[in-house]
């Protein structure tokens, strides 16, 4: 068992920034690479970043690269999310995922998941 919990999201303006955090607990934090997910109403799941278990690899996704940055902290076992210019479009529930298999962008691959924290961008 692998526990993660989201927290950080909120409601923004557009252009502003939110730092997201997903805290672990259960395993040994640097056996997992993480991702970072966002859903949004009426769309499908999509990868937003993750990062390998030693963070030699980081994956970001096209629509936030520039924007976004992922990073973890294997001393507080807690993997981040800052989020710059943010735009409308940003605006989804962000859940954070662990996962052991290569297929860090894919969130089929990924075992454990966190509840989502709601991120809002206003115009």
């Known amino acids: 068992q692998v526990q993660l919990v989201e927290s950080g999201g909120g409601l923004v303006q557009s252009g502003g920034s939110l730092r997201l955090s997903c805290a672990t607990s259960?395993?040994?934090?640097?056996?997992?690479?993480t991702g970072w997910f966002r859903q949004a109403p009426g769309k499908e799941r999509e990868i937003v970043a993750a990062?390998?278990?030693?963070?030699?690899?980081?994956l970001i996704t096209d629509s936030v690269k520039g924007r976004f940055k992922i990073s973890r902290d294997n001393a507080k076992t807690t993997v981040y999310l800052q989020m710059n210019s943010l735009k409308p479009e940003d605006t989804a529930v962000y859940y954070c995922?662990?996962?052991?298999?290569?297929?860090?962008?894919?969130?089929?691959?990924?075992?454990?998941w966190g509840q989502g924290t709601q991120v809002t961008v206003s115009s």
């Open positions: 995922a662990a996962g052991t298999t290569q297929a860090m962008g894919v969130a089929a691959e990924y075992t454990y």
């Open positions: 259960g395993r040994t934090f640097s056996d997992y690479h």
């Open positions: 990062i390998s278990a030693d963070a030699s690899t980081i």
